[in-house]
């Protein structure tokens, strides 16, 4: 959280701050708005509404958390306007085709993080931007991504938590996002493993190759959406450039952690793959070379009695074997012998 922050929840200390007994829960219908709440000491207010959401923030010890779903630019700029977010965040988050990042407007910062997740048995993507600033935080989800209000549930559940702030809230989001990663990388791991314990047992067919290459591109789309979250959870986790509170490294180290952890493990796997690749293609080649010695080796064979039948038949008229009276059975028990001999050696040597 930003400077200011700090000093509020001081203040809040100082000065008891009036907490509904009953607060208020409404279900915001708008469309876009996911939820929208203000807190106290970890402890929600009342749900209200986008126009609410400037008054509400400006309150010393309260925080408003907003939560959006593919929101359009109207309601963007709505949201903007109460809170005073910067144009150029405001502009990134609509376009929702952003690196993550960590950028500092002022006093607010904005973070980007990209999100995965298993869909129909394929790596969707997404993206989940983040307003933060002295008493609110917005997160704004784009495609594929689950949602945070088991996040806000977690964090409800645990208002001594939820009472650090904005910065909790942040690193909450950050948190689940990077969890998130491991159900992916299970899936592929499995598919991974199967597809090893198959090329070990035969050459992989057209369809797994299909399958194989699918896999391999899907891990190197997530090497680029979590190598980049860690570099976003390094810079809050050292706050070199911005104010974050000296409790809050802790909890943001953690999630560099699980981030780095995440990316060694698609790291490993598409090492796995690699090999599965290159297993694949020396069985291919020892497949094609053990086809060609057998045709070879049955070609020489063949060679014994068409070159035999090939001398004798030439018609010559001074051939004197063809008028002795057992050099029919001789020839053929000749030939016969030597096939033999041949099909003995090629078999002996593994040719056959």
Not at 261 to 269: C, G, H, T, V, Y
Not at 280 to 304: D, E, F, K, P
Request: net charge negative; hydrophobic share 45%; glycine share 6%.
């Amino acid at each position: 959280m930003v400077q200011g922050a700090t000093v509020l929840r001081q203040r809040a200390r100082l000065r008891p701050v009036e907490v509904n007994s009953a607060p208020e829960r409404l279900s915001p219908s708008e469309p876009g708005v996911v939820a929208a709440s203000v807190y106290v000491s970890g402890r929600r207010v009342s749900d209200i509404s986008i126009e609410e959401a400037g008054e509400w923030s400006k309150k010393s010890g309260h925080v408003v958390w907003i939560g959006l779903h593919e929101p359009d630019k109207a309601l963007l700029e709505r949201v903007a306007a109460q809170l005073d977010l910067h144009p150029l965040a405001i502009e990134d988050a609509s376009t929702a085709h952003q690196q993550p990042k960590v950028e500092q407007y002022d006093d607010a910062l904005f973070v980007v993080a990209r999100t995965a997740q298993i869909v129909d048995d394929e790596i969707a993507f997404g993206e989940t931007h983040i307003f933060l600033g002295t008493g609110y935080v917005v997160s704004v989800r784009h495609g594929a991504s689950s949602s945070y209000k088991a996040v806000r549930a977690r964090c409800e559940s645990c208002p001594a938590s939820l009472s650090q702030g904005e910065d909790y809230i942040l690193y909450a989001i950050l948190d689940f996002i990077v969890d998130n990663y491991g159900p992916v990388i299970e899936s592929v791991q499995t598919e991974a493993e199967e597809l090893e314990k198959e090329v070990l047992q035969r050459s992989l067919v057209r369809r797994e190759f299909d399958r194989l290459y699918r896999l391999r591109r899907d891990l190197l789309s997530l090497r680029r959406a979590v190598g980049p979250v860690v570099n976003v959870c390094k810079r809050l986790e050292h706050a070199d450039l911005i104010a974050m509170d000296k409790e809050m490294k802790p909890l943001f180290r953690d999630v560099l952690d699980h981030a780095k952890r995440a990316e060694e493990d698609i790291d490993s796997l598409r090492e796995i793959l690699a090999f599965v690749f290159e297993a694949s293609m020396m069985a291919g080649q020892a497949q094609q070379t053990a086809i060609t010695r057998r045709l070879a080796a049955w070609a020489a064979i063949l060679a014994v009695p068409t070159a035999i039948a090939g001398i004798y038949g030439m018609n010559f008229e001074h051939m004197p074997e063809l008028k002795w009276e057992y050099g029919y059975y001789y020839v053929l028990a000749g030939i016969l012998g030597t096939c033999a001999l041949l099909y003995a050696r090629f078999k002996r040597d593994g040719w056959l």
